[in-house]
């Protein structure tokens, strides 16, 4: 359960509070990115200067007897140090004539994450702790306050006032304490983060990101579905202005962040193979949505990264989100080259058998063109199909020549571009050099290494049986040992055991009954339609 939710439940559980008609709107995190990136990565980076309310311009001190106390703003966060054994202090001015208070009580919220800490700090063992309270006698005795604990180098807490509240009530009082620990010169560095709308710094449970493929130098991983990419123009979004950033570590430092992998800070600041400055990033509309991709190059070959995928808030000066982190691993060896961002077959984002000496561009034009090549016959034949009539004369009350052609699409790109991989998984199927399905493999590409083709899934095949009119003849391989002839199913697992190209859910019932076809029968069925 994500850790904000967990919040308001144990807020409203422990105010006692019944339910009320009241709206606002929070990000709960449960889905992060928000709503519509275009307008987030358009407008909003493009402020100069971002306003999250009045205290953040006021930027109000306030003054203890006999204490140093720094100023917290909202959502504007603070980076400090401190050492075994001693204390920090902190205040907060409450806006009394904004926030959730409007329709409750006000609501403060109050975040920090650990980005460094010493190294015999183990996982079970009490890291730094956040005093907070109304009264400024927290500062001399910290019995007058509300306690909790880093964990994981992560700290949220709810700090509430009744809206009938005095005005002695109006500062929020923090306190940071560090324990005492064996190493006398043990240094603590933290962020501390208020704001009486949202949480400064988030974590959360789902990783958001997937890892697509790799070659043996270079990755693709792409985000979540961002939105619907209806009306956008993928070519204008600039990615350098997202809030989403990957960060790659060696898998040495798979341990690193046992003990801090909720913080945000922890991650941005630690020993990173890569980061976005050396990350190329960009946007892609594949599987019909709105994702970031990145691109990671000058990988080494067999070797394993760990990878986080974090999301700044208005910048990287205000807070933000750290997600699960996830493990992905190169091939072997240069047998396979990774494409993505083709032209005509553009679900296709994969290695591929290589071509010696060629480079990522050229293998990509290569195998784009055969596509579009072998596309012009069915192109011709979809032609003569009834589509844009009346319903009485169309060849399907439910399908379009649209679904056909995408369908169509999906298949011969997936049979064009064999998926390419250097382990022997089941359901792959080795190739040696001249050994390949096609003369096309074997005498334009002309791969020099042996591989492991991902055959493609099956139900790319039924696809277009289902999609395009009857007249074409397609057909498809429906019992086991057909479909391995050709194709092959999901069995789930770490590595797919099938390709599929396409929008659909890859089928995993490996029960199939019928005969088998060659892909190139269709191909040939479409030919033979046109000449008629």
């Given at each position: 359960?994500?850790?904000?939710?967990?919040?308001?439940?144990?807020?409203?559980?422990?105010?006692?509070?019944?339910?009320?008609?009241?709206?606002?709107?929070?990000?709960?995190?449960?889905?992060?990115?928000?709503?519509?990136?275009?307008?987030?990565?358009?407008?909003?980076?493009?402020?100069?200067?971002?306003?999250?309310?009045?205290?953040?311009?006021?930027?109000?001190?306030?003054?203890?007897?006999?204490?140093?106390?720094?100023?917290?703003?909202?959502?504007?966060?603070?980076?400090?140090?401190?050492?075994?054994?001693?204390?920090?202090?902190?205040?907060?001015?409450?806006?009394?004539?904004?926030?959730?208070?409007?329709?409750?009580?006000?609501?403060?919220?109050?975040?920090?994450?650990?980005?460094?800490?010493?190294?015999?700090?183990?996982?079970?063992?009490?890291?730094?702790?956040?005093?907070?309270?109304?009264?400024?006698?927290?500062?001399?005795?910290?019995?007058?306050?509300?306690?909790?604990?880093?964990?994981?180098?992560?700290?949220?807490?709810?700090?509430?006032?009744?809206?009938?509240?005095?005005?002695?009530?109006?500062?929020?009082?923090?306190?940071?304490?560090?324990?005492?620990?064996?190493?006398?010169?043990?240094?603590?560095?933290?962020?501390?983060?208020?704001?009486?709308?949202?949480?400064?710094?988030?974590?959360?449970?789902?990783?958001?990101?997937?890892?697509?493929?790799?070659?043996?130098?270079?990755?693709?991983?792409?985000?979540?579905?961002?939105?619907?990419?209806?009306?956008?123009?993928?070519?204008?979004?600039?990615?350098?202005?997202?809030?989403?950033?990957?960060?790659?570590?060696?898998?040495?430092?798979?341990?690193?962040?046992?003990?801090?992998?909720?913080?945000?800070?922890?991650?941005?600041?630690?020993?990173?193979?890569?980061?976005?400055?050396?990350?190329?990033?960009?946007?892609?509309?594949?599987?019909?949505?709105?994702?970031?991709?990145?691109?990671?190059?000058?990988?080494?070959?067999?070797?394993?990264?760990?990878?986080?995928?974090?999301?700044?808030?208005?910048?990287?000066?205000?807070?933000?989100?750290?997600?699960?982190?996830?493990?992905?691993?190169?091939?072997?060896?240069?047998?396979?080259?990774?494409?993505?961002?083709?032209?005509?077959?553009?679900?296709?984002?994969?290695?591929?058998?290589?071509?010696?000496?060629?480079?990522?561009?050229?293998?990509?034009?290569?195998?784009?063109?055969?596509?579009?090549?072998?596309?012009?016959n069915f192109s011709k034949a979809i032609q003569q199909i009834s589509c844009d009539t009346e319903d009485t004369a169309q060849f399907s009350p439910i399908k379009t020549c649209s679904d056909c052609i995408s369908s169509y699409k999906d298949w011969l790109c997936a049979i064009t571009i064999p998926r390419c991989s250097t382990r022997n998984i089941t359901g792959y199927t080795e190739r040696k050099p001249g050994?390949?399905?096609?003369?096309?493999?074997?005498?334009?590409?002309?791969?020099?290494?042996?591989?492991?083709?991902?055959?493609?899934?099956?139900?790319?095949?039924?696809?277009?049986?289902?999609?395009?009119?009857?007249?074409?003849?397609?057909?498809?391989?429906?019992?086991?040992?057909?479909?391995?002839?050709?194709?092959?199913?999901?069995?789930?697992?770490?590595?797919?055991?099938?390709?599929?190209?396409?929008?659909?859910?890859?089928?995993?019932?490996?029960?199939?009954?019928?005969?088998?076809?060659?892909?190139?029968?269709?191909?040939?069925?479409?030919?033979?339609?046109?000449?008629?």
């Amino acid at each position: 359960m994500n850790n904000l939710v967990v919040a308001f439940v144990s807020f409203f559980l422990a105010t006692g509070a019944v339910a009320i008609n009241f709206e606002f709107d929070i990000d709960a995190g449960l889905a992060l990115p928000v709503e519509n990136p275009y307008e987030e990565i358009a407008q909003e980076y493009e402020m100069n200067q971002i306003e999250f309310g009045s205290s953040l311009n006021k930027k109000p001190t306030v003054k203890v007897s006999n204490v140093n106390s720094h100023g917290l703003h909202e959502f504007t966060p603070i980076s400090d140090t401190i050492v075994q054994s001693d204390t920090k202090y902190y205040s907060f001015s409450v806006n009394t004539t904004s926030g959730l208070g409007e329709f409750y009580e006000l609501l403060i919220f109050i975040t920090g994450n650990i980005c460094t800490q010493p190294s015999n700090v183990g996982a079970n063992q009490t890291s730094l702790a956040v005093y907070y309270s109304f009264n400024s006698s927290i500062f001399t005795n910290i019995e007058y306050s509300t306690m909790v604990l880093f964990e994981n180098g992560y700290v949220q807490s709810l700090a509430d006032v009744a809206v009938n509240s005095n005005n002695n009530e109006s500062v929020l009082y923090i306190v940071v304490r560090a324990p005492e620990n064996v190493n006398k010169t043990a240094t603590w560095t933290y962020q501390i983060g208020v704001s009486q709308n949202d949480l400064v710094f988030q974590w959360d449970d789902q990783t958001w990101a997937q890892f697509i493929d790799s070659d043996d130098d270079s990755a693709l991983v792409v985000t979540g579905n961002l939105t619907n990419v209806q009306g956008l123009n993928i070519t204008e979004l600039n990615a350098t202005r997202s809030q989403f950033s990957l960060y790659v570590y060696s898998n040495d430092y798979r341990h690193y962040f046992d003990t801090l992998n909720s913080s945000w800070c922890a991650v941005r600041n630690g020993p990173a193979l890569m980061n976005p400055a050396t990350i190329e990033s960009s946007y892609t509309s594949r599987q019909g949505s709105l994702h970031q991709q990145f691109h990671l190059t000058g990988l080494n070959k067999s070797t394993k990264y760990i990878a986080y995928l974090i999301s700044d808030f208005h910048g990287s000066d205000f807070g933000g989100a750290v997600y699960r982190p996830f493990e992905f691993e190169t091939l072997d060896t240069e047998a396979c080259e990774l494409i993505y961002n083709l032209e005509f077959c553009n679900q296709i984002a994969y290695s591929v058998p290589a071509t010696p000496g060629g480079s990522k561009e050229e293998v990509r034009s290569l195998y784009d063109n055969q596509a579009r090549n072998l596309f012009t016959n069915f192109s011709k034949a979809i032609q003569q199909i009834s589509c844009d009539t009346e319903d009485t004369a169309q060849f399907s009350p439910i399908k379009t020549c649209s679904d056909c052609i995408s369908s169509y699409k999906d298949w011969l790109c997936a049979i064009t571009i064999p998926r390419c991989s250097t382990r022997n998984i089941t359901g792959y199927t080795e190739r040696k050099p001249g050994e390949s399905r096609n003369s096309f493999i074997n005498d334009i590409v002309m791969p020099n290494l042996s591989y492991y083709e991902v055959m493609p899934c099956v139900n790319i095949c039924e696809a277009i049986v289902r999609d395009c009119p009857a007249q074409f003849g397609f057909m498809c391989p429906t019992t086991n040992e057909t479909i391995r002839q050709s194709y092959y199913w999901d069995n789930g697992g770490q590595w797919p055991t099938c390709n599929y190209v396409g929008k659909l859910t890859v089928v995993t019932n490996a029960a199939f009954r019928a005969s088998m076809v060659n892909w190139f029968m269709l191909v040939l069925s479409v030919a033979l339609t046109v000449l008629v």
